[in-house]
């Protein structure tokens, strides 16, 4: 269990390290990077972070992606519990490395960084988009992952969703899809603006893609 911990944890450092560098990146109208970049980073962090923990761990990265797991029976609570501590500690990880790289505006960079809710945006408006864009994402792990029918294709289809649902929902609640996007950053920074929305919408969306295809559509390899 040690080893899949480590993975975890170095996976959810990287999605988190690289996701707020390209957001801080993005405000820069030199960079050129814009939403779309935003996107291809997170999506491609997490494309190549699945690929290199998959066969350690599953490369989950993500609290809700292992409670949609717990929920469709593919985990034991404990290796569960200890998944989320290590995602935990990886994010909070990132957001002090990330105080420490951009020295003395550190704190307000992590803060633009972390997610939060968009401009005429409510916090139940909010859980809803978290909740419909994670299913989106923990189905997509299901389907390319864990079922035994999937292609090989799990760390590419999962940064694709990445990227596809922070198209959509990066202006509305920065498309977090995942708890420890936005709690590292926050217990780094202090940034803890609408923060049960990144855990209800995430979680409630993984449970539910954890529920039909964990519980109806999954093909157990026997």
Known sequence: MSKKCVAEFIGTFTLIFIGIGAIHNSADPTAGVGLLG??????LAIAVMVSATGGISGGHLNPAVTFGVLVGGKIKPVDAAAYWVSQLAGGVAAGY??????????????????????AGISPGTGILVE????????????????????????????????VLDILFGGPLTGAAMNPARTFGPAVACGHWNNHLVYWIGPMAGGALAGLIYGRFLIKDSK
């Open 97 to 118: 490395v990330l105080l420490a790289v951009y020295g003395p505006d550190g704190r307000e960079i992590v803060a633009k960084g972390t997610p939060d809710l968009g």
């Open 131 to 162: 909740m419909v864009l994670t299913f989106f994402l923990v189905f997509v792990v299901y389907g390319t992952a864990v079922d035994a029918r999937a292609p090989k294709i799990g760390g590419l289809a999962i940064g694709l969703t990445i």
């Open 38 to 43: 935003v996107a291809l980073a997170h999506g």
